[in-house]
């Protein structure tokens, strides 16, 4: 278990390392091939972090109310209240405020930009169709998004793929409409670059597919730090398997928050692969039952 945690958190350095080596390269190629100058990154990221900074203090508010999901008590709700209570005790931190999203979907999510400021939500679907130990898998799985700053982590990403899709568009609006230093376009080193051209074109493809990376990882990690924190990882291995095959969607889930949810909400909508928020189910369970 100990080696998972560690892996994940390793890859997805070197995930934001390679998103930070991105951006700095297109900077670098747009003032010395481009002669844009510099100050075009400073204005994306400036922006970027703007934008950033507003969804950062209020996603949770518009994840939860966009998914329809009400905060319980625990005279409310008290089997799901106390679950998520005793988990926090065993975590060591904050206790969350609780939700639960009326729909037969099988699903769950976290939300918050810090563990004093956290929420999360469970559907009335996966209460009623787990068992004790794995809808425990389940909230240990989200409570771990919370004490890992998965939030937050992500919020770096966004900011990264913000500025390198205002980068593009920049690129577009000054070359196109003849911007920038014309000289220095027209001497740019001939073969790189036009390859310099193709990346920037290909750009905000390429950091949405490291966005998406980076959220398969930390969904591995708190896979990965949730059965640490249960000591049972079959737990949210049936859990994951239950899931997997339930039909249900849910409805209320957008493309904008479904990385949030433990398992992608849109079932056979969604694509695969590459494009995916969640990493397969199959290779969770895997890796969950070759833990020891």
Known sequence: MYSQVDSNIRKTRILIALFFGFVIGI???MNQYLGYGYETIVIALV??????WLSYYHSDKIALRSTGAHEISKEGNPYVYRMVE?????AGMPMPKVHVIDSPALNAFATGRDPEHAS???????VQALENEELEGVIAHELSHVKNYDIRVMTIVVVLVGAISLLADMFFRMHWLGGGRRESRNNGGGALALIGIALLILSPLIAELIKLAVSRKREYLADASGSLLTRYPEGLA???EKISQSSETLKTANAATAHLFISNPFKG?????LFSTHPPIEERIKKLRGMA
């Open 238 to 240: 049936r859990a994951l």
């Open 269 to 273: 909508r969604s694509f695969k692969g």
């Open 120 to 126: 999360i939500a469970v559907t009335t679907g996966i």
């Open 86 to 90: 005793n988990l926090c005790i065993t």
């Open 47 to 52: 922006v970027s972090l703007f934008m950033s």
């Open 27 to 29: 900077g670098v190629f």
